[in-house]
C-alpha cells in the first residue's frame, strides 16, 4: 500500500514539474517579446520573495522615480563647480530684505544668475539631442535670451526704458564679439592643425538681418538728432513701432525659411560631410559616441524651474541697478551693457566654446550670431511692442553713440565671416574689439539716462 502511494506521488511530482517546465519556457518565451512581461517576471520574483505579490508594486514605483529625481538633480546640480555660486541667490533676497543695501543686492543677485543661466543652456543643450540641428540651434538662442528678456520686461515694467534699451544692445555686443571671440579663439587652439570652416549661408543672411536691425534702429536716430519730425515728440515713437512690427514679420519669414524652408542650405558641413557616406536621415547634430545625460522631459523640466528662478531674481537685481551705479561710481550705462550681458550670456558663452572645441562650429555660430539675429529682430522689437502696451513710450532711438557702436561691430563681424573659416587669431581680435567698447562705455556718460526715466 506505500509502496503504491509512493509511485503515485512519484507520477505526480512527474507531472506537475514538466507542467513547470512548460509554464517556464512559455513564461521565457513570453519575455523574450514582450517587456511588459519581462518587468511583470521581475516583480513577480519580488513579491514572492518578501511573501506578497501586490503590496510591492507601489513601493518599487516609488523607489524608480525617487532615484531617478536624485539622479537628475545629481547630474544638472552637482555636476559643474560653478553651480557653487547659487546660493547667492536665496543670499541677495536675505540682504534685500535686512539691509536693502542696493550694491551688494545687486553683486549677490548677479553672482546667483551666473550659474542659473548656465544650466538653463545645460538643460537646452540636452533637449537638442532630440531635435535636429536647426531646431536645436534656434532653442540654445531662444532660452540663451530668456534672462536677458526677463530682465528686460522687469525693468520696461518699472519704467526704465534706457536700461532695457542698452541691456539689449550689450547683449548684441556680448554675443558678437565676446562669445563667438572666444569660441573662435578656443576652437582654434583645440583645432590647430587644421583650419576650422562652418557653412557660410547661414552666416551671410544673419549677417543681412543684423544689418536691417541696425537699419531699424538709425533712421528713429537720424530723425531724432536732424529735428526733421513732422509731428515732434511722436513721429520717432511712431515710427519705432512701426518698424518693430516689420522686424518681427521679417523674423517670423527668417524662421519658416529656415525650418521649412530652403533647409538644404542650413545643413552643418560636419552633418553634410557624414551624410554622403549612408543614405540613413538621422536628423541629429551630435556625434555617434554622445547620448543625453537627462531625458526629455527632464530637461523641459529644468527648463521651467530654471527661467522661474531668474525671474524672481531678475526682480531684485533690477531694482537694485541704480542703487549700484551710485555706491560703486559706476556708470549705469556699463552696467547695462556690459554687466549684466555678461551674466546673461553665460549660457551662450558655455554653449559656443563647448561646440567649437568639438569642431562643430555651425553650431557655435547658431548659438552666437543666431542670439544676436535673435534679440536685434526679435527681442528689441518685442520690447518696443510690450512697451506700447504697458503704455510704456519704448522705441528704437538708442541714441547716436550707441547706434555706431552696434553698426561698426556689424560691419567688422560680417568681415570675419565672409570666408566661410575660422582661427585662434580672429577670436583674439574679437574679444580685442570687445575689451574696446568695454572700455568706451566705461568712459561714456548717457545724457538721456534721467530723460528716458518714467516715474511711476
Not at 535636429?132 to 536677458?148: C, I, R
Not at 543684423?210 to 529735428?227: I, N, Q, S
Amino acid at each position: 500500500m506505500d509502496i503504491k502511494l509512493q509511485l503515485e506521488g512519484a507520477e505526480s511530482n512527474v507531472e506537475m514539474g514538466s507542467l513547470d517546465d512548460r509554464s517556464m519556457h512559455e513564461f521565457e518565451d513570453e519575455s523574450l517579446f514582450t517587456p511588459e512581461a519581462e518587468s511583470e517576471k521581475i516583480q513577480h520574483v519580488h513579491g514572492l520573495q518578501n511573501g506578497s505579490v501586490s503590496g510591492d508594486f507601489p513601493y518599487s514605483g516609488n523607489k524608480i522615480l525617487q532615484n531617478s529625481v536624485c539622479r537628475s538633480i545629481k547630474t544638472v546640480v552637482f555636476s559643474n563647480k560653478l553651480n557653487l555660486l547659487m546660493p547667492f541667490g536665496p543670499l541677495a533676497i536675505m540682504v534685500h530684505n535686512l539691509t536693502g543695501h542696493k550694491g551688494w543686492v545687486f553683486f549677490l543677485s548677479l553672482l546667483g544668475i551666473t550659474p542659473l543661466a548656465e544650466r538653463l543652456g545645460y538643460a537646452t543643450e540636452q533637449l537638442t539631442f532630440f531635435t535636429g540641428a536647426t531646431v536645436g540651434g534656434l532653442l540654445n538662442a531662444t532660452f540663451g535670451n530668456a534672462t536677458e528678456l526677463i530682465i528686460s520686461i522687469y525693468a520696461l515694467k518699472s519704467g526704465m526704458i534706457r536700461v532695457v534699451q542698452l541691456s539689449l544692445l550689450g547683449s548684441i555686443l556680448s554675443n558678437m564679439l565676446l562669445v563667438l571671440g572666444c569660441a573662435f579663439f578656443c576652437g582654434g587652439l583645440i583645432c590647430c592643425k587644421k583650419e576650422q570652416v562652418f557653412n557660410k549661408a547661414s552666416a551671410v543672411v544673419n549677417s543681412g538681418l543684423l544689418l536691417m536691425a541696425v537699419m531699424g534702429l538709425v533712421f528713429p536716430a537720424v530723425l531724432h538728432y536732424t529735428h526733421t519730425e513732422v509731428h515732434f515728440g511722436k513721429s520717432e515713437l511712431a515710427l519705432s513701432r512701426f518698424s518693430s512690427c516689420i522686424m518681427l514679420v521679417a523674423y517670423g519669414a527668417y524662421l519658416f525659411f529656415q525650418l521649412r524652408g530652403q533647409t538644404e542650405l542650413y545643413v552643418p558641413l560636419s552633418e553634410d560631410e557624414n551624410q554622403t557616406g549612408n543614405d540613413a536621415d538621422h536628423g541629429g547634430n551630435h556625434d555617434d559616441n554622445e547620448a543625453p545625460e537627462i531625458s526629455k522631459w527632464e530637461s523641459l523640466i529644468w527648463l521651467a524651474i530654471m527661467t522661474a528662478w531668474i525671474s524672481i531674481l531678475s526682480q531684485y537685481l533690477v531694482d537694485a541697478i541704480e542703487g549700484a551705479s551710485a555706491s560703486w561710481n559706476i556708470p549705469i550705462s556699463f552696467i547695462s551693457v556690459i554687466l549684466l550681458p555678461i551674466v546673461g550670456n553665460a549660457a551662450e558663452h558655455a554653449s559656443a566654446i563647448m561646440f567649437a572645441m568639438k569642431d562643430k562650429l555651425d553650431i557655435s555660430l547658431g548659438v552666437a550670431i543666431g542670439s544676436s539675429t535673435q534679440i536685434s529682430m526679435f527681442g528689441i522689437p518685442f520690447c518696443v511692442v510690450i512697451g506700447w502696451i504697458m503704455g510704456r513710450p519704448m522705441d528704437l532711438n538708442f541714441q547716436l553713440f550707441e547706434t555706431a557702436t552696434l553698426f561698426i561691430t556689424v560691419i567688422v563681424v560680417a568681415f570675419f565671416l565672409q570666408e566661410g573659416t575660422s582661427n585662434y587669431f580672429k577670436g583674439l581680435m574679437l574679444i580685442l574689439c570687445y575689451l574696446i567698447v568695454a572700455a568706451s562705455f566705461f568712459v561714456h556718460e548717457d545724457p538721456t539716462s534721467d530723460d528716458n526715466q518714467v516715474k511711476t
